[in-house]
T-cell receptor, first 113, second 116 residues
Framework: GAGVSQSPRYKVTKRGQDVALRCDPI?????LYWYRQALGQGPEFLTY????????KSGLPNDRFSAERPEGSISTLTIQRTEQRDSAMYRC???????????FGQGTRLTVV | AQSVTQLGSHVSVSEGALVLLRCNYS??????LFWYVQYPNQGLQLLLK??????LVKGINGFEAEFKKSETSFHLTKPSAHMSDAAEYFC??????????????FGQGTTLQVKP
């Protein structure tokens, strides 16, 4: 696509429910990144993929968070048993290769009530 | 470990005045450095980046930044503010040794207000 697309744009869920956030990177981009941004803070790295391989998941806060990119294109970030502290903006970015500009999507605003 | 500090969470300038947004980094070796801008309801957009060439970097919309190794700084400037510059600005670093320009450490952001 023309840019990085994330869906849904807004998600309200009840505490304890599972959520899946989707990221569709720019067509042909090799690397895909997930970030979380709390209100009033800068984005924080969660995890990234090269093609379908998850290269680094050091930023995932706990085992309720997981991500996949099974065909090396679209990625899903899943949060199980959501908690109020998971409320944040979740951002996805992609790069064409390792040394190029990261393009960010508009993000998914997650609210856990 | 690398870190980024942006001095001032809010900066207010008059239209036509100089814009100066401050960024200091901490890193054992000089990292790659970036400034991103976030307009309301939009994604982060790259303004400019420093990788290894000239220390004065020019970006889009008239912005520029200077890498000063001795001061571990990468401050963002624009000679004359425009109303459309009102946005949130983020300074970020990435690890030069890995060459991974998508894995970024961001500062907490600075909101720029431009008054008419």
């Amino acid at each position: 696509g023309a840019g990085v697309s994330q869906s849904p744009r807004y998600k309200v869920t009840k505490r304890g429910q599972d959520v899946a956030l989707r990221c569709d990177p720019i067509s042909g981009h090799v690397s895909l990144y997930w970030y979380r941004q709390a209100l009033g803070q800068g984005p924080e790295f969660l995890t990234y993929f090269n093609y379908e391989a998850q290269q680094d998941k050091s930023g995932l806060p706990n085992d309720r968070f997981s991500a996949e990119r099974p065909e090396g294109s679209i990625s899903t970030l899943t949060i199980q048993r959501t908690e109020q502290r998971d409320s944040a903006m979740y951002r996805c970015a992609s790069t064409s290769n390792m040394n190029t500009e990261a393009f960010f999507g508009q993000g998914t605003r997650l609210t856990v009530v | 470990a690398q870190s980024v500090t942006q001095l001032g969470s809010h900066v207010s300038v008059s239209e036509g005045a100089l814009v100066l947004l401050r960024c200091n980094y901490s890193s054992s070796v000089p990292p790659y450095l970036f400034w991103y801008v976030q307009y309301p309801n939009q994604g982060l957009q790259l303004l400019l980046k420093y990788t290894s060439a000239a220390t004065l970097v020019k970006g889009i919309n008239g912005f520029e930044a200077e890498f000063k190794k001795s001061e571990t700084s990468f401050h963002l400037t624009k000679p004359s503010a425009h109303m459309s510059d009102a946005a949130e600005y983020f300074c970020a670093v990435s690890d030069r040794s890995s060459g991974n320009t998508g894995k970024l450490i961001f500062g907490q952001g600075t909101t720029l207000q431009v008054k008419p």
